[in-house]
């Protein structure tokens, strides 16, 4: 068996493992990230290959490193297709927007981290972590073509996305950690790139659809003007959705796929919840995909996977600096995760909440009923100036809707009472018990003002 030491062991080489890694080895320390894909493979990953706000980027790996991935960035708005309604909808999308090759950008993210002093291990699958008897993380047990292979370090970063099964092992008894997760709360997607003969005339918009089911949407999101990233996905609460066959039945129904050829397949889980609760325990922090960084309304997960790589880097320096493990010299990560964007996804995770409970064709119609500005607001930004007059307004327009128009208003209250108790998440691990119980009373508002199930 080989035993490798490093200051810090990442697994898992995307957006989060890769900013993690990054900002540790330009701190100047000993960074491995651990990749259970081969060289050539890693950083293919199953997306709709939107990215958001890459100006603002950390600067571990800046937006310019990104660049040579962006193939579309004249995209300025989501076009809403609404077939219930015979309506198109074109909302604004706030802020800059690249649909990207995503692949690319994946090997884009390697190649700066590397050139920040990264190892990379490939070929390599992490099957166990490895904990002292204080319940600390002290390194991860993984297999390298048929070899055992030990890691022992300062700080394990679980990068590991979705339902990381580093999760599974790890003995979390003595830490705050989230462990209220469960598959339901994820969403099941699956996206093909697909190459069509004309140039589409939607190239400057994200086209999304809703799937048969309330609880999901297909996309097509263009890379160019005749490469399209087309998608679909569904909340794993429901009856299972087929992915491949539903995908394929929608483009044969769109007269620009015609002739269309599909290039690459793939799919994945992705976290529609809001994010952990706490991500932190002795020695160890999960990021990106593996904390459910992602905003659950849209699915979009990259920029906050590239933040919280970044902030739990620069915990676990301090930490390092400091010369201690614990969940209280870690717990400014989870601070800055919930104060940058947690507390936002937390309050838009309960529309999504919402969408699981409503008819597919009446919140169709509703939204055929909104105005795109309040619901580009509500999309991204977790609140909207919705305020009671201009509900009066939209209700005028859409009679036979008042119901749900009260209950989506209602929503927005309860939503807006999360986002206000989420900025008092606490300022250390004993204040955690205290604030959950506190955002366990708002929940339980949120189901009875939706009649959803419990989500959590
Ligand atoms: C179909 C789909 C469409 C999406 N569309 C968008 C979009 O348009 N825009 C957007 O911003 N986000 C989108 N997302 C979400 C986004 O892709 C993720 O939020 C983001 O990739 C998370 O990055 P991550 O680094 O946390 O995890 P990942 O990118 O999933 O990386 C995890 C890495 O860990 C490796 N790994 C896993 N287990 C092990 C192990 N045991 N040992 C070693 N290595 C391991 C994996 O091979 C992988 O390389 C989409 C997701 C899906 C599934």
């Not at 462990?179 to 003969?197: G, H, K, L, M, W």
């Not at 209700?395 to 108790?421: C, E, N, P």
């Not at 008092?424 to 205290?434: A, H, I, K, T």
Request: proline content about 4%.
């Amino acid at each position: 068996m080989t035993t490798h030491e490093f200051d810090f062991v990442v697994v898992g080489a995307g957006t989060s493992g890769c900013y993690a890694a990054a900002t540790a080895a330009k701190a100047g320390y000993d960074v491995v990230v651990v990749e259970r894909k081969d060289a050539a493979e890693a950083g293919h990953i199953a997306c709709g290959d939107a990215l958001k706000g890459a100006a603002n980027f950390p600067d571990a790996i800046p937006k310019s490193e990104l660049e040579p991935a962006f193939t579309n960035t004249g995209v300025d708005h989501g076009r809403f297709e609404i077939p219930q309604e015979d309506t198109v909808l074109d909302i604004p999308i706030p802020g800059e927007l690249a649909v990207i090759d995503r692949w690319k950008y994946g090997q884009r993210i390697i190649e700066s981290a590397s050139e920040a002093g990264v190892e990379f291990h490939y070929d390599t699958v992490v099957q166990d972590v490895e904990q002292d008897r204080s319940g600390r993380v002290t390194g991860v047990r993984a297999t390298r073509k048929g070899d055992a292979v030990t890691y022992d370090a300062a700080f394990v970063v679980d990068a590991a996305g979705s339902l990381s099964l580093l999760q599974d092992t790890v003995d979390f008894s003595e830490s705050t950690f989230d462990t209220n997760v469960d598959y339901s709360q994820f969403c099941s997607a699956y996206r093909e790139i697909v190459e069509v003969p004309e140039p589409v005339e939607w190239d400057d918009a994200l086209v999304f659809k809703p799937t048969e089911r309330a609880a999901g949407y297909l996309w097509y999101f263009p890379r160019t003007d005749t490469e399209i990233n087309a998608g679909l996905g569904f909340q794993m609460n429901e009856e299972p959705m087929h992915l491949v066959e539903d995908l394929k039945r929608d483009l044969r129904n769109r007269g620009e796929f015609a002739g269309a050829e599909v290039k690459d397949k793939l799919g994945a889980a992705l976290p529609t919840r809001r994010p952990y609760d706490s991500a932190t325990h002795p020695g160890y922090l999960a990021v990106g995909d593996a904390a459910g960084h992602v905003n659950p309304t849209t699915g979009g997960g990259i920029a906050g996977a590239a933040y919280a790589g970044t902030y739990a880097a620069e915990a676990a320096i301090d930490a390092l600096e400091d010369g201690v493990h614990d969940e209280a010299a870690l717990w400014s990560y989870n601070e800055r995760v919930m104060d940058h964007f947690g507390a936002r996804y937390a309050a838009l995770d309960v529309y999504n909440v919402l969408s699981t409970a409503v008819d597919v064709d009446d919140l169709m119609s509703l939204l055929a009923s909104l105005p795109g500005k309040q619901l580009s607001e509500a999309l991204y930004a977790g609140t909207s100036s919705f305020g009671v007059g201009l509900a009066a307004k939209v209700a005028a327009k859409s009679f036979g809707h008042w119901g749900q128009i009260y209950q989506m208003y209602q929503t927005k209250r309860v939503a807006d009472r999360l986002l206000d108790h989420y900025e008092s998440y606490p300022s250390s691990p004993d204040g955690l018990d205290r604030w959950q119980a506190r955002r366990d009373d708002i929940m339980d508002d949120v189901y009875e003002v939706t009649g959803a199930d419990a989500k959590y």
